[in-house]
């Protein structure tokens, strides 16, 4: 059984900067697809950030390329996106989300992808 845990979030003004963490607890394979994504209500799950952990190759959503970075530490079995100059429209809960045991490949903005979620953590963004 693997538990995800979100932290991180929190009220900003625009422009502002967070960093959220994934934790991983339980049978974790250094390989994994793990994403970012980020819901409001009534609006489809987007993914935001992906990243392949066994390489670090990591991908990105359009419209947040260039503001967010996902990067790992495989020692404490824990994902971060770092989100820069947001903006309100990035407001929204974030889950992070692992495929264990397979690299990401070009489905990973897919959520039927993952078999493991977080709780989310909100991120509000001000004007």
């Known amino acids: 059984q693997v538990q995800l845990q979100e932290s991180g979030g929190g009220s900003v003004q625009a422009g502002g900067s967070l960093r959220l963490s994934c934790a991983a607890s339980g049978s974790i394979y250094r390989s994994n697809c793990v994403g970012w994504f980020r819901h409001v209500p009534r609006d489809a799950r987007e993914g935001v950030a992906a990243v392949y952990t066994d390489t670090g190759i990591s991908y990105y959503a359009d419209s947040v390329k260039g503001r967010f970075t996902i990067s790992q530490d495989n020692a404490k079995n824990t994902v971060y996106l770092q989100m820069n100059s947001l903006k309100p429209e990035d407001t929204a809960m974030y889950y992070c989300?692992?495929?264990?045991?397979?690299?990401?490949?070009?489905?990973?903005?897919?959520?039927?992808?993952?078999?493991?979620w977080g709780q989310g953590t909100q991120v509000t963004v001000s004007s």
């Open positions: 989300a692992a495929a264990l045991g397979v690299p990401c490949y070009n489905n990973y903005f897919s959520p039927p992808k993952y078999g493991y």
